[in-house]
């Protein structure tokens, strides 16, 4: 998958809104959620520590471990 993913920063009722190639896929609360839309979106076979250090992902507003306010 060579698509641009980015998680965007905190939104007012917490959860990360997630994109691929400006389109969104939902709002994860969890890297488990990321994981989840990122399988949809065909990146297959990735857990939570893959989509935590993956330079595939563009984290906005706080890193892998920033999900609630």
């Known amino acids: 998958m060579a698509a641009r993913v980015i998680v965007h920063p905190l939104g007012e009722g917490g959860g990360r809104r ?24 065909g990146l297959e076979g990735w857990d939570e520590l893959d989509a935590a250090g993956s330079d595939l992902i563009e984290w906005r507003g706080g890193g892998p471990d920033d999900w609630r306010r």
Do not use: K, M, P, W
């Open 18 to 41: 997630v994109t691929v190639d400006e389109v969104a896929l939902g709002t994860a609360y969890s890297l488990h959620d990321l994981v989840v839309f990122l399988e949809h979106a």
